[in-house]
Each structure stands twice: as C-alpha cells, then as structure tokens.
C-alpha cells in the first residue's frame, strides 16, 4: 500500500519524486503524466501567469474542454476538489491540492500580437507559439490548439462582459496538485497571462515536479463532489477495466 506521500508543510517525500524540474520565464515544458501520478506546478517567485493544454495521451483527439470544465461545475475559476473534463465527459485532472486559489478558465493565452502591443517591437515569447512548438514533439498542430487553462492569475468578469485582471494572486512557493485520472498528454507554457497589466515582459520560473501519490480514498473530495464527477470518474475508469 502506498503510504501518504506529504509532509505537513506540503513537501513531497524526494522518494516519490519521478520528475522535477525548472521551467524558465518564457519556455514551455511537455510530457505524459500517467494515470495515477501526481503533476505539481510550483510558483517560484511570484509568477506573471501560466498556460496549460491537455489531452487523453492515448487517444489524443479526446482533450481538454474548458467550457464543460466550467459548466458542470458552475465555476470558471478552478482550485481544490474541481476536476478538468475533457470534451467526451471524462476527467482528466483533479485538482487535489492548491495554495494558490487563483487560475481561470476563460481569458486564453498570449500571441505574438497581443504581446507586441503590450511590450512593443521584439521576440517575446508568447504561449500560442510555445504550444504550436510543443504540440509539434507529439505529431500534433495548429488544429489542436483549444481554450486553455490559466493558473496563478486571477480575472473577474465586469457587468458589461469585459475582463478584468485582478493583482494579487502573486505568490511565491504557492503549488497546485493535478492527479492524473488518465495518461494525460500536459503542455505548460510559462508565459505572461494575456492580460496582466506589466509593460515589462518579466515572466518567472515555475518549477514542475511529477510524484507517485496515493491512491485516492473513497470519500475523495474530487471523486465525490457531485452526481456529475460521479458519471465522469465512471466513465474514465471504464477505460482502464480491461
């Protein structure tokens, strides 16, 4: 049986530890989290944003639906005990840790026009290009790209439906825990979100650590939340009965 994993002031047993590294301001990072595993995302020194995409790693046509995720769960602002759908209602994701408290589901990510008109003329690196590289590694494309995850920013939504950015979400060793509920295909990009108000590109380095957790229980918070995570946990575990 495996043994609880974390210590009381969040730090993972190095012995879990499968994968851990640093992930500058600007670059990206992909990989395969199996089933089971545990992806950390750490906010080193108060991060300007961070973009992520996900996918069924053996059936990549099955990926990551930001508006079921947001929908089924009546909130566009994820954190602990919400799970990340994908488009043919199984989970991906449970978020089963977060320190953070701030990431949407609703702004999208960097481009290189939105980051000459913020930062003017240069090659500042933006997440639309670092997913396209990514995706690229894993014989995908263009036409993979959907709405994104953001984590480590916050927006609100004002009467009139334009967002807002909210400062403060700036938290240095803040972490949020995605436990693999299928072997997902996960790309990071860690480039300033779309609307953080800085006119210096400054973005931070994250740091990603993939860990061998435990199995969930049998009251687990994301596995119980609603009749809805229910169907979805059913439907993805059915993938693997066999």
């Known amino acids: ?3 609880l994993s974390i210590d009381k002031n969040s730090q993972i047993d190095s012995g879990f530890v499968l994968i851990e590294e640093t992930v500058p301001g600007g670059a990206y990072w992909s990989g395969v989290i199996k089933r089971g595993n545990t992806l950390r995302i750490t906010d080193l020194e108060g991060s300007r944003g961070v973009s992520m995409l996900c996918y069924n790693a053996d059936n990549a046509i099955e990926r990551f639906n930001a508006a079921d995720t947001a929908k089924i769960q009546f909130n566009a602002f994820p954190t602990q005990g919400k799970v990340l759908y994908t488009d043919m209602g199984r989970i991906l994701f449970s978020i089963v840790q977060d320190t953070s408290g701030c990431h949407d589901l609703l702004a999208g990510c960097s481009n290189a026009i939105s980051n000459s008109k913020k930062y003017g003329p240069g090659d ?3 997440s639309r290009d670092n997913f396209l590289k990514a995706l690229t590694r894993w014989g995908l494309g263009k036409k993979d790209i959907m709405p994104n995850l953001n984590l480590f920013t916050r927006i609100a939504v004002k ?3 334009t967002m807002e950015f909210r400062e403060g979400c700036e938290k240095p060793g803040s972490f949020i ?3 693999a509920e299928m072997n ?3 790309i990071i990009s860690n480039c300033p979100h779309i609307l953080h108000p800085n006119p210096i590109y400054d973005p931070k380095p994250i740091q990603i650590q993939i860990w061998k957790s435990p199995a969930p229980a049998a009251d687990d918070l ?4 609603n009749p809805e995570a229910v169907r979805g946990f059913t439907n993805t575990d059915a993938l693997f009965l066999q």
């Open 222 to 225: 994301c596995r119980t939340a």
């Open 159 to 161: 009467p009139d439906g």
């Open 124 to 126: 500042w690196k933006n």
């Open 177 to 179: 825990d995605l436990r």
């Open 184 to 186: 997902v295909l996960t």
């Open 1 to 3: 049986m495996v043994q």
